[in-house]
């Protein structure tokens, strides 16, 4: 039985309901919840009722592996973490916040307040052009941030774009990679400032299996290191699809994966 999940992000627009019983029905093991208003918001944490959404979850044969929050509002942040604990969640995914890393730890202070008294993590992203952009930057982040407290979330495209090989940041980061997005780097792709405009397009082509991304080398690396990451299928441009769509490229995408060694 595989191990691996799916971003809830792929589903935006889409009913939650409908959304974990289509991930269900192909095989997928976890979801991970976002809750981003006006574009995608599975979660909704001033309306919704953290058991009943848990209930919903369980029922539809699936686990939480994330609450994603991705906001620039620090108190938000905070909340998601306490909803998240609600949840029986382990972590909150964020993007990096802040000029520099005075702003960072003043942006974060509130939720590793917060992931201190609940024990859930902080998973903040590699994104480009952020104070987490490279290797290096990530590097000094988990010297300035607790382990305990918080990690990585590694979407390697952002890597690529840069120039630098996922399989080494797995190697690198292995014990502060918290979830890991199997998300594949579309073959129209030409840099950086390619990807800064076209970041959302070639949907099909994000899906594991679809791209230029070495993903046996990521596989390889991820065995090798022994990253215990959670492991989630995700990628942008898929608002517009609908369901047996998503549903067979899920599909592909898993068979990809299982054939280079990763259920």
């Known amino acids: 039985m595989t191990s691996i999940g799916c971003s809830s992000l792929l589903f935006a627009g889409h009913d939650r309901t409908k959304t974990l019983l289509s991930l269900k029905e192909v095989g997928i093991a976890s979801?991970?919840?976002?809750?981003?208003p006006n574009w995608v918001e599975h979660v909704r944490l001033d309306e919704d009722e953290p058991e009943h959404i848990a209930n919903e979850v369980m029922e539809a044969g699936l686990r939480i592996c994330a609450l994603s929050i991705y906001t620039a509002d620090p108190?938000?942040?905070?909340?998601?973490?306490?909803?998240?604990?609600q949840l029986g969640v382990p972590m909150?995914?964020?993007?990096?916040?802040?000029?520099?890393?005075?702003?960072?730890?003043?942006?974060?202070r509130p939720a590793l307040n917060a992931a201190a008294k609940t024990g859930v993590k902080l998973a903040i992203e590699n994104?480009?052009?952020t104070l987490l952009d490279s290797s290096?930057?990530?590097?000094?982040?988990?010297?300035?941030f607790p382990a305990d407290l918080v990690g990585i979330t590694f979407a390697p495209p952002h890597c690529f774009?840069?120039?630098?090989?996922?399989?080494?940041?797995?190697?690198r980061f292995a014990d502060r990679?918290?979830?890991?997005y199997l998300w594949d780097v579309a073959p129209q792709n030409h840099g950086l400032s390619w990807w800064r405009k076209h970041w959302n397009k070639f949907p099909a082509e994000q899906f594991p299996g679809n791209g230029i991304l070495d993903f046996q080398g990521l596989v390889d690396a991820i065995k090798v290191s022994g990253c215990n990451a959670e492991k989630v299928i995700c990628l942008h441009g898929t608002?517009?699809?609908d369901t047996a769509q998503l549903q067979w490229h899920l599909q592909m995408a898993l068979k990809f994966l299982k054939e280079i060694g990763l259920d």
């Open 31 to 36: 979801v991970d919840l976002w809750s981003i």
């Open 75 to 85: 108190q938000r942040l905070c909340r998601g973490v306490e909803f998240a604990a």
């Open 92 to 108: 909150v995914v964020n993007g990096a916040k802040g000029q520099d890393w005075d702003e960072m730890a003043e942006f974060l």
């Open 127 to 129: 994104h480009s052009d």
């Open 136 to 144: 290096d930057r990530v590097l000094e982040f988990c010297r300035r």
């Open 161 to 171: 774009v840069l120039g630098e090989r996922p399989n080494e940041w797995v190697h």
């Open 177 to 180: 990679i918290l979830l890991l």
């Open 239 to 241: 608002e517009n699809w």
